[in-house]
């Protein structure tokens, strides 16, 4: 079940029945609408050059409407897993691992903010020549694709971002010793850099996945976040690949008011979906007064609540798939 809420300056989105659970989709269930209009294809893992050296991912169906997928911290590209391979085929989903993540290594500087992840979007759509973006954010990659539709609104037709309303901010008085603590600790954690991480069995490096994640993935999704998440040392032994600076504070954020005015900014399409288990950083209070600047500002703001945990496109990728694929195709005329 979901609680759908619109502000739409023309027809509302049509929301599709609920689908089957996709990790089970090939094998049972009523999925003749996806089926029909799905890539076949398997992803391409795909590098894209940037200055300090290369952005990994991959990309399903390359050469269709180019959408760029953005996962969360701690995650990686195969988070989209569960969404990518039934996608309408004329999209193109381009899912790259954040630097820290995945296959992607650590940017020379180290520390980082939610506007480096602004520019790294920017390297993206400039690399394939993107003249009008769409965007599907989680969490920290719906934190991103917010700031860069704000940044950037000539650029975004749609962004749609999953269980993250906003950027968490801070006080303005709070931030410069936070930001002092940031820089000492990533100072410290260079220190340790080279070293040979902890090695784990299969079923330990699992379970410290799920109970790192508070729970909230399933261990079919650790396992899935794990592909490229890990390295697999070849005698049943494995440890974890991120890079250690990805865990440390952000050196600088925004205050609130700082959000609104970037969410002002807003011209696009957007699609916000939160899951009925996700976390609460802030206030709703605070919550509310971004959705109304959202409601102000976007062409299209539609907010939807769906059954599940933070993880929830992954987890149960059935669950969002149609109002994701919808939302992005609702003005095509041919899928």
């Not at 089970?24 to 609408?33: E, M, Q, V």
């Not at 988070?79 to 020379?108: E, R, V, Y």
């Not at 699992?206 to 790192?212: A, F, L, R, S, T």
């Amino acid at each position: 079940m979901f609680l759908l809420q619109s502000s739409v300056r023309r027809s509302p989105l049509m929301v599709l029945t609920r689908l089957p659970n996709i990790h089970k989709l090939p094998r049972s269930g009523n999925y003749s609408w996806c089926k029909r209009v799905m890539s076949t294809i398997a992803p391409k893992e795909i590098r894209i050059p940037i200055p300090s050296g290369h952005i990994a991912g991959k990309i399903w169906n390359e050469g269709g409407i180019p959408v760029i997928g953005l996962h969360g911290w701690m995650d990686n590209a195969g988070t989209w897993d569960g969404i990518g391979p039934f996608l309408p085929k004329s999209l193109s989903l381009i899912a790259i691992d954040f630097p820290g993540h995945g296959f992607t290594p650590m940017m020379q500087t180290g520390g980082s903010t939610f506007l480096d992840l602004v520019l790294l979007v920017e390297r993206i759509v400039q690399h394939f020549e993107i003249k009008e973006v769409r965007l599907l954010g989680h969490s920290m990659g719906a934190g991103a694709a917010f700031l860069y539709a704000a940044t950037f609104p000539k650029k975004v037709k749609k962004i749609i971002m999953i269980d993250l309303i906003k950027p968490i901010s801070v006080e303005a008085g709070d931030q410069p010793e936070k930001t002092a603590r940031s820089i000492s600790e990533l100072i410290l954690a260079e220190t340790k850099l080279g070293s040979e991480p902890p090695r784990y069995d299969q079923s330990t490096i699992v379970d410290k996945m799920i109970k790192g994640y508070n729970m909230s993935l399933t261990e079919e999704s650790a396992k899935i976040l794990l592909k490229r998440g890990s390295i697999d040392h070849g005698n049943g032994e494995y440890s974890f690949n991120y890079d250690p600076r990805i865990k440390l504070r952000n050196i600088l954020s925004m205050t609130f008011d700082q959000l609104k005015a970037f969410a002002r900014h807003l011209e696009c399409e957007l699609l916000l979906i939160k899951a009925s288990k996700g976390p609460f950083y802030e206030d709703k209070a605070i919550y509310e007064e971004m959705m109304t600047v959202y409601r102000e500002s976007a062409k299209v703001f539609k907010y939807v609540i769906v059954e599940g945990t933070h993880h929830v496109h992954l987890n149960d990728p059935g669950g969002v798939l149609p109002m994701i694929s919808e939302f992005l195709i609702d003005d095509m005329v041919d899928l």
